[in-house]
């Protein structure tokens, strides 16, 4: 067709005939319509279709029968109807061209996408019809679903990837192939110092200056320890310690197009990991290194003299009588007090020596840079002057000494361990001469803790293998000559050492926590005896036991004791307990409650090795005690010393005063004994009356009716008073 006027448009003005191809005059008209891929259509104003072309009939899906005198709307997808059909009405009613976009109904349901063009078609100025090509664009739109489809996802994909890079704790920095920075996330930004807007552009380097710290001696001998950690130089020159990983960004050909790197902030890590390492090296309570530190540091130490042929030190520290600060001030004080040792200890020593807390109240100081053993007897003279005077402690005013071993490398040792063992046996040493001194290890002490480490063992099974047994010595009443009582005293047949006297294992039983057992032992074992003479017929004799304080302090004691009782049938007023003065000076409330039960119980109650302990003597008031035991480091030298005269003198007196009995310990000779009766003392026991012996002699003794030193008095024995 090429103009709207020419054939095969009809003449008439208000309508346009129907045109059949076949009988089309214009031939070029009509083969090119044919072959045309674009859809031809031509309708009149009312919509009716006039004309079309095989390939709009193609398109619509509709025969040329349907479309040649039907509405031109009739192809179109149901979805496209209603809105082409508002759009067709405003163009004709402009009468102006129209270009819309629809689907025809046919294809896979999904409808085939056309473009129609359609231009009015006037005669004499009177718009008559719409000559209308269509142009099938079904592949471009299926081509641009997929574009929009895959700009989505895109968009989503960077959406994605902007928060997330805005949003994580890791800094990410890109660059180009020049090494140039293109990119800084937020995080970047804080880690760097570096905004973006100033960092792009910028050479690498410049903004990501990392470092590596060199690692240390320890890492350098342990490769598996070695840090992977990096430094990172910020803008403003501080460092913090990173994790970093660089990877290449490429094109979709594979050409590297960028590098992207990722550093991590792992200060917080290492805080953490530094923490932990310091708590599994130090002493949670004092803050000083603590066993497993001071191992690696004598380790280290021994090292290192050995290469300098020098000599290193370790000082095995024990407070003495923590214990009794702990128990009466109660654990608070205890821990303030291992505080505030801590902290003189360390007033002591070099800040090249190491001060470590082993625990409860054992400390070790390593003094790495001695001359000779010489040095480490001042530091410790340093120490135990250090603590010469008493230390507050909340309010409270404690004195405390120091029990010191020491033991020098290389003589004493040549490992951390052996270095420590040999320090505390030589502290115990200490302890064991009294206290609040120093003392070299030596062999002949290792030799002891060797041995007192087989008694211990051994000790476990005595009991068991009825290796204990009793002895027994008499006491005497020293103003009628008669046996009064009888002290009951541990002896151990020691299957290799013979017979052993209680001083040698005690210590190791009670240290050992055996004591209990043994302890009840001798409990029950003294009862049944004074049973046994009893029921021989002969008078109740009042039976003494000695009781440990930490026998006395488990809480098991008071019914174990009544158990006993009940058991034997023994009557209660003829036992008598032995306390040491440590034992009332502890817990003083507990205390107090424990003896009246025993004194409810009608058990007696003495005080032994009196005057040897402390000398606060107001708890004598409150403690319902019957007899006191003059130690008999006193009455030994009674006549020589006036000193011990004079103490003696004084106890007599305050336990008359009291209305206490007093029982002088080691009466040995005819002058202690005058002496001691000229006081008005109770009672004695010693050598002079007797030593311990075994039940069976000591049943003799009492059917006898007379002591070692000769008859009871009403049958004869005098004692003179030959005092000047
Ligand atoms: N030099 C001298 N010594 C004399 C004289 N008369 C007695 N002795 C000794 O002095 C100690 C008196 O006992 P202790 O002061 O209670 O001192 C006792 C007591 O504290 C403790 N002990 C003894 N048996 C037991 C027990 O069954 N349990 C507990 N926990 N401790 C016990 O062992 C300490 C020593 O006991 P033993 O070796 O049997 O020593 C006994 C006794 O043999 C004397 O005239 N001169």
């Known amino acids: 067709m090429e103009s709207q006027t020419s054939s095969p448009v009809s003449d008439t003005h208000d309508s346009i005939p129907i045109v059949d191809p076949e009988h089309l005059s214009d031939a070029s008209f009509r083969s090119i319509s044919e072959a045309s891929p674009l859809g031809i259509l031509i309708f009149d104003i009312k919509g009716q279709c006039r004309y079309s072309n095989p390939a709009y009939q193609r398109m619509a899906g509709l025969g040329r029968g349907y479309v040649l005198g039907n509405g031109w709307l009739l192809g179109i997808h149901s979805t496209d109807v209603d809105h082409i059909k508002a759009q067709w009405l405003k163009t004709v009613s402009t009468g102006q061209a129209f270009s819309e976009e629809f689907r025809f109904g046919g294809g896979n349901g999904l409808g085939v996408w056309a473009k129609a063009i359609a231009t009015p078609i006037r005669e004499r100025d009177s718009l008559i019809g ?45 660059t180009n192939p020049m090494g140039q920075i293109s990119y800084l996330n937020p995080a970047a930004e804080r880690m760097t110092g570096w905004p973006e807007h100033e960092a792009v552009g910028l050479a690498l380097g410049q903004i990501l200056n990392i470092v590596t710290p060199k690692p240390s001696p320890e890492q350098q001998n342990k490769p598996a320890l070695a840090s992977k950690s990096s430094l990172l130089v910020r803008r403003d020159g501080r460092e913090i310690p990173i994790h970093n990983s660089t990877s290449p960004i490429r094109d979709r050909r594979g050409n590297i197009v960028g590098t992207v790197i990722v550093c991590r902030d792992i200060s917080e890590t290492h805080k953490m990991a530094e923490r932990m390492a310091h708590l599994a090296q130090h002493d949670f309570l004092t803050g000083l290194p603590n066993r497993s530190l001071l191992n690696d540091r004598i380790t280290q130490a021994i090292n290192l003299a050995h290469r300098q042929q020098s000599p290193i030190a370790v000082l095995f520290i024990d407070l003495d009588h923590f214990k009794h600060v702990n128990d009466t001030l109660g654990h608070a004080v205890g821990d303030l007090l291992l505080q505030t040792v801590a902290m003189r200890l360390k007033s002591c020593v070099r800040s090249s020596d190491t ?9 070790v100081v390593l003094l790495a840079e001695i001359e000779d053993a010489e040095d480490a007897a001042q530091v410790a003279g340093k120490m135990l002057d250090g603590f010469a005077n008493p230390l507050m402690v909340d309010g409270h005013e404690i004195e405390l000494g120091l029990s010191i071993g020491i033991s020098v490398y290389p003589d004493d040792g040549d490992s951390a361990d052996t270095l420590v063992r040999h320090a505390d046996i ?64 541990l002896r151990w047949h020691h299957p290799e050492h013979g017979l052993m006297m209680p001083m040698q294992f005690i210590p190791i039983a009670e240290e050992s926590g055996m004591i209990g057992t043994i302890g009840q032992w001798v409990l029950r074992e003294a009862c049944i005896q004074a049973q046994a003479w009893h029921q021989s017929g002969l008078p109740l004799l009042p039976i003494s036991v000695n009781i440990s304080p930490a026998e006395f302090r488990n809480k098991e004691f008071l019914p174990n004791l009544a158990g006993i009782l009940e058991e034997t049938a023994l009557p209660p007023h003829s036992l008598e307990l032995e306390l040491t003065e440590s034992v009332l ?32 003597l107001s708890y004598l008031k409150h403690f319902p005690i019957d007899a006191l035991k003059i130690d008999q480091s006193f009455v030994h030298d009674v006549n020589d010393d ?37 006081l008005q003392c109770s009672e004695g026991q010693g050598y002079f009356f007797g030593r311990p012996v075994d039940a069976d002699e000591f049943l003799t003794i009492l059917e006898r009716g007379e002591t070692p030193q000769g008859e009871y008095p009403n049958e004869g024995v005098t004692f003179v008073d030959d005092r000047p």
């Open 642 to 678: 006036t000193d011990d005269a004079t103490i003696v003198r004084a106890i007599v007196s305050m336990a008359d005063s009291l209305k206490l009995r007093t029982i002088a310990e080691g009466v040995e000779t005819t002058e202690h004994l005058a002496f001691l009766q000229a």
């Open 585 to 616: 000076l502890q817990n003083a409330e507990t205390i107090a409650i424990t003896l009246h039960d025993l004194k409810d119980m009608g058990v007696q109650l003495s005080i032994d090795d009196f005057g040897t302990g402390y000398h606060n």
């Open 355 to 363: 001060l470590c807390r082993q625990g409860g109240d054992e400390f």
């Open 426 to 489: 030589a502290m115990y040493h200490a302890k064991e001469n009294g206290r609040n001194n120093y003392q070299f290890f030596t062999t002949e002490l290792n030799t002891r803790a060797v041995q007192r480490h087989t008694l211990k063992r051994n000790l476990r099974r005595a009991v068991e293998r009825r290796e204990f047994g009793l002895q027994y010595q008499a006491r005497i009443d020293l103003q009628t000559g008669k046996l009064v009582g009888a002290e009951a005293l």
């Open 130 to 174: 719409y000559l209308m090509t269509v142009m099938d664009i079904d592949d471009r739109k299926s081509a641009q679903s997929v574009l929009a489809a895959t700009e989505e996802v895109l968009y989503e994909h960077m959406e994605r990837a902007e928060v997330t890079l805005n949003s994580i704790g890791d800094a990410v920095i890109t």
